[in-house]
């Protein structure tokens, strides 16, 4: 089976409370991996001040994912990341329910990592609520109770969120 350069890619970079942790061997990746490895990290400088300013969520999902997030203080803003770490005896995934976030502003929901995804659903998720293009407009109390349904993934794969409430600068 051919690896996918972009997941290859994806499980080098975690960004955690500021920090990326490179262990690609730059010389080595071919150009797919790299123009992968360049838009992580213009995601983390685009996000560097929430990611350092943020108050840090974790959610428990089980055993089969790792989340977390880091909201602004003021609640304006938000990124919650979710990684499948192993494959799972369900056959649906599971509602990614957000935390720490204002109940009564609405939010602008848009995954911005992978910026192409291709899941076994067609159309999935992603692609009816727009999550790419226009995003998903909710409320913190409906994102926090409710939550967003995760398209299907293959296991060591992730995504990640950001939301802004309406009238963030």
Not at 64 to 90: C, H, I, W, Y
Not at 91 to 117: A, C, E, G, N, V
Request: glycine share 6%; proline share 6%.
């Amino acid at each position: 089976m051919e690896r996918d350069p972009r997941l290859e890619c994806f499980k080098r970079i975690r960004i955690f409370r500021g920090q990326i942790e490179l262990q690609a061997k730059m010389t080595s990746e071919d150009p797919d991996a790299l123009e992968t490895l360049k838009v992580g990290i213009a995601l983390h400088k685009l996000h560097r001040a929430l990611i350092h300013a943020g108050e840090t969520v974790r959610i428990d999902m089980g055993p089969e994912f790792n989340a977390m997030g880091v909201v602004a203080r003021d609640q304006s803003e938000a990124l919650f990341t979710v990684v499948k770490l192993r494959s799972s005896p369900r056959s649906l995934p599971p509602r990614f329910i957000f935390s720490h976030l204002d109940q009564t502003r609405m939010y602008r929901l848009k995954l911005i990592w992978p910026t192409k995804m291709e899941t076994p659903s067609n159309p999935s998720v992603i692609d009816l609520g727009e999550l790419h293009t226009e995003g998903l407009r909710a409320s913190g109390d409906v994102l926090m109770s409710a939550g967003l349904q995760l398209p299907l993934m293959t296991a060591e794969t992730g995504l990640i969120f950001y939301l802004e409430a309406d009238g963030s600068a």
